[in-house]
C-alpha cells in the first residue's frame, strides 16, 4: 500500500524555523516526483513547491518568497520541507503528495495520494 | 483570489445530476490537462479526476470530467449522500518558472 506519513509541525513563533517531513512507503520513492501542499483553517488548497525525482528540478510558489526550501533523500524515502522565517500566515496543515513518475512531463502529473497532513501554527 | 475560477457552492437533491466549472486561462487549462479532487471535512485530499477525464481505479463511475478551451467541469451523475465534500481543481500553469494553480474550491451540498 502506497502511503506518505508527514510529521515535525507544531507551534512556533513568528520569525522561526521548522523542518517538515513525510516519510513515505510501498512504492520505488526514487522515481516519483513530490509535492507539499497547504491548507491555512478554513482555507482552499495551495501549492507549496514540487521536486523532480532526482532533484534535478525544484519548483516553488511565488507567494513563498524564498523562505521555503524543498529536499529528498531517496535513500531515505523522505521528502522535507523547511520553512523559515515563518509568518503567522503561514498557519496551515501541510500536505505532501506524490507526483508523477520518471520521465513524464510534469504538465501531465496529477497528485495522488495525499498523506494525513501535519498541522503548523505561527503564533506569538 | 484563487488562479483558477469556481464557484463555492453547488447543490442538488439525492439522484440529480451536479456540475461544477474550473474556469482558466490559456497558461494552464488552455495548454495543460485538468485533475479535480475530493476532500471531506477533516481528512486529506484524494485524486477524483487526472488527465481531464480520467479516473482512478476505485473512482465511481458517476464522477466525470470535461474540459473544453480554458474551462473545465467535473459532472456528478446520480448525487448520493456520500458525495457531500469540497471539490478542487488543479492544473500546471506555463508561467514564468511554472507552477501548479488550484482552484478556490466548491462546496458540494445533498439537500
Known amino acids: 500500500e502506497v502511503q506518505l506519513v508527514e510529521s515535525g509541525g507544531g507551534l512556533v513563533k513568528p520569525g522561526g524555523s521548522l523542518r517538515l517531513s513525510c516519510a513515505a512507503s510501498?512504492?520505488?520513492?526514487?522515481?516519483?516526483?513530490m509535492n507539499w501542499v497547504r491548507q491555512a483553517p478554513g482555507k482552499g488548497l495551495e501549492w507549496v513547491a514540487s521536486?523532480?525525482?532526482?532533484?534535478?528540478?525544484?519548483y516553488y510558489a511565488d507567494s513563498m518568497n524564498g523562505r521555503f526550501t524543498i529536499s529528498r533523500d531517496n535513500a531515505r524515502n523522505s521528502l522535507y520541507l523547511q520553512a523559515n522565517s515563518l509568518r503567522v500566515e503561514d498557519t496551515a496543515v501541510y500536505y505532501c503528495?506524490?507526483?508523477?513518475?520518471?520521465?513524464?512531463?510534469?504538465?501531465?502529473?496529477?497528485?495522488?495520494?495525499w498523506g494525513q497532513g501535519t498541522l503548523v501554527t505561527v503564533s506569538s | 483570489q484563487s488562479v483558477l475560477t469556481q464557484p463555492p457552492s453547488a447543490s442538488g437533491t439525492p439522484g440529480q445530476r451536479v456540475t461544477v466549472s474550473c474556469s482558466g486561462s490559456?497558461?494552464?487549462?488552455?495548454?495543460?490537462?485538468v485533475n479535480w479532487y475530493q476532500q471531506f471535512p477533516g481528512a486529506a485530499p484524494k485524486l477524483l479526476i487526472y488527465?481531464?477525464?480520467q479516473r482512478p481505479s476505485g473512482v465511481p463511475d458517476r464522477f466525470s470530467g470535461s474540459k473544453s478551451g480554458t474551462s473545465a467541469s467535473l459532472a456528478i451523475s446520480g448525487l448520493q449522500s456520500e458525495d457531500e465534500a469540497d471539490y478542487y481543481c488543479?492544473?500546471?500553469?506555463?508561467?514564468?518558472?511554472?507552477?501548479?494553480?488550484f482552484g478556490g474550491g466548491t462546496k458540494v451540498t445533498v439537500l
Open positions: 490559456n497558461s494552464n487549462i488552455g495548454s495543460n490537462t
Open positions: 510501498g512504492f520505488i520513492f526514487g522515481t516519483y516526483s
Open positions: 521536486i523532480s525525482s532526482s532533484s534535478s528540478y525544484i
Open positions: 488527465s481531464d477525464d
Open positions: 488543479a492544473a500546471w500553469d506555463d508561467s514564468l518558472n511554472g507552477l501548479w494553480v
Open positions: 503528495a506524490r507526483g508523477g513518475p520518471l520521465r513524464t512531463a510534469t504538465r501531465k502529473h496529477s497528485f495522488d495520494p
